[in-house]
Each structure stands twice: as C-alpha cells, then as structure tokens.
C-alpha cells in the first residue's frame, strides 16, 4: 500500500522555522513527484512546491518567495519542506503528495504543478505560526 507520512509541524512565533518531513512508502520513490500543499481554515487547498525525484526539477508557488525550500533524501523515500521566516498567514495543515513524476516534470511549469491529480495524500500536519 502506498503511504505518505507528514510531521514536523507544531507552534512557531513569526519570523521562526520549521522543516516538515514527507516519509514514503509502497511506490518507487525515484519514479515519482511528491508535492506539499496546505490548507488553511475556511481557504482552498493550495500548493506550495513540489520536486520530481528522478531530475530534481523544483517548483514553487509564488507566495514562497524564497522563504520556503523543498529537499529531498532519495534513500530514505523522505522529502522535506524547510519552513522560514514564517508569517502567521502560513498557519495551515500542510499535506504531502505524490504523483507520476513524468507527469508533473512535463506539466508543472507555470504553476500547472499544483493542478494536477496528485494520487495519495498523507493525514496532513498542523503549522501555526504566533504573531
């Protein structure tokens, strides 16, 4: 079965970091994307970055602006967002999700990345951010 593990996420004052973890399980990690999105209370889903595990090609939704950066561990089926300079707008759950990563290496330019169908969902992990 597939999986996607999220954690890391807790309270953080403004202007503080967090890194959340993405462990993946059941798919050839090499073959796919995986993707972080969040969810804010009363807001759409939107995507934050995601990265194509066989070329590490990176995208990033406009409102990161540098603050954010995904990485990634091949052995260990593991992704990471490193969360800086946070603001409370950030507050959110931040899910991890992964795709084919043809698909999304070959469609995710211009933003296109974040809608596309993304094929299992971790549980999600809590980021809150103090003024």
């Known amino acids: 079965d597939v999986r996607l593990v999220e954690s890391g996420g807790g309270l953080a004052q403004a202007g503080g970091s967090l890194t959340l973890s993405c462990v993946v399980s059941?798919?050839?990690?090499?073959?796919?994307?995986v993707g972080w999105f969040r969810q804010a209370p009363g807001k759409e889903r939107e995507g934050v970055s995601c990265?194509?595990?066989?070329?590490?090609?990176?995208y990033y939704a406009d409102f990161v602006k540098g603050r954010f950066t995904i990485s990634t561990n091949n052995a260990e089926s593991t992704v990471y967002l490193h969360l800086n300079n946070l603001k409370p707008e950030d507050t959110a759950v931040y899910y991890c999700?992964?795709?084919?990563?043809?698909?999304?290496?070959?469609?995710?330019?211009?933003?296109?990345?974040?809608?596309?169908?993304?094929?299992?969902w971790g549980q999600g992990t809590q980021v809150t951010v103090a003024s």
């Open positions: 999700a992964d795709a084919w990563g043809r698909k999304v290496a070959e469609h995710g330019g211009g933003g296109g990345w974040s809608s596309l169908y993304w094929d299992y």
């Open positions: 059941g798919i050839t990690f090499y073959d796919y994307a």
């Open positions: 990265i194509v595990n066989e070329d590490a090609t990176i």
